[in-house]
Nanobody, 125 residues
Framework: QVQLEESGGALVQAGGSLRLSCAAP????????MGWFRQAPGEEREFVAAITSSSGNTNYADSVKGRFTISRDNAKNTVYLQMNSLKPEDTAVYYC??????????????????WGQGTQVTVSS
């Protein structure tokens, strides 16, 4: 079982920035594709961004493209989500997820094998 731990969630004003982190104390972390998803109250969990194991490829939801950046530091077993120009509609619990097949990106939550507990991001207007 891979344990993922998110951090960095906070209350921020619209237009502000946050950086989320997701750490995994696993030596196999570097082989996993990683993704970020979010879930607002009463809504389904939705894809935000993903990155392959080697950081060679990334993918973003249209709603965050140009504002969010996913990156990873395999030496630190950590994946990041830099969020700029935040909007109230970005308010949600953000989850990181790991996919054992590290070479392929997926926007589908069911394709990911391990999940963190989530971190709350609240954007005030």
């Amino acid at each position: 079982q891979v344990q993922l731990e998110e951090s960095g969630g906070a209350l921020v004003q619209a237009g502000g920035s946050l950086r989320l982190s997701c750490a995994a104390p696993e030596r196999t972390f570097s082989s996993y594709a990683m993704g970020w998803f979010r879930q607002a109250p009463g809504e389904e969990r939705e894809f935000v961004a993903a990155i392959t194991s080697s950081s060679g490829n990334t993918n973003y939801a249209d709603s965050v493209k140009g504002r969010f950046t996913i990156s990873r530091d395999n030496a630190k077993n950590t994946v990041y989500l830099q969020m700029n120009s935040l909007k109230p509609e970005d308010t949600a619990v953000y989850y990181c997820a790991a996919r054992v097949n590290g070479n392929y990106l997926s926007t589908l939550a069911k394709r990911y094998d391990y999940w963190g507990q989530g971190t709350q991001v609240t954007v005030s207007s």
